[in-house]
């Protein structure tokens, strides 16, 4: 699998005696070993969507600038090119 950073808001804390990573919220002290449920939780309690939000339909990624979510859908599409090669 592919060394991907964290999305912003996010600090992995990995631990080798538990083999699992935490992730935690930088707004509040919500943590989780899974990304998916941080992504969540950031949508749902710390941003407020509007008009000028851009949201990526392969992950749960967010911007203002579409540029960036251009960008971010790009990382997504080969991920998914390498992991079907591979099928």
């Known amino acids: 699998m592919?060394?991907?950073p964290p999305p912003h808001g996010?600090?992995?804390q990995c631990y080798k005696v538990i083999s699992k990573c935490v992730?935690?919220?930088q707004k509040c002290p919500?943590?989780?070993t899974k990304l998916y449920h941080l992504n969540e939780h950031v949508k749902s309690e710390h941003l407020q969507?509007?008009?000028s939000a851009h949201v990526c339909t392969f992950c749960s990624y967010i911007t203002d600038k579409k540029t960036n979510l251009k960008v971010n859908k790009n990382i997504?599409?080969?991920e998914r090119n390498q992991i079907n090669?591979?099928?």
């Open 2 to 4: 592919p060394n991907i």
């Open 10 to 12: 996010t600090v992995p």
């Open 23 to 25: 992730f935690t919220c």
């Open 30 to 32: 919500f943590s989780t």
């Open 49 to 51: 969507l509007d008009d």
């Open 76 to 78: 997504k599409k080969k």
């Open 85 to 87: 090669s591979f099928l």
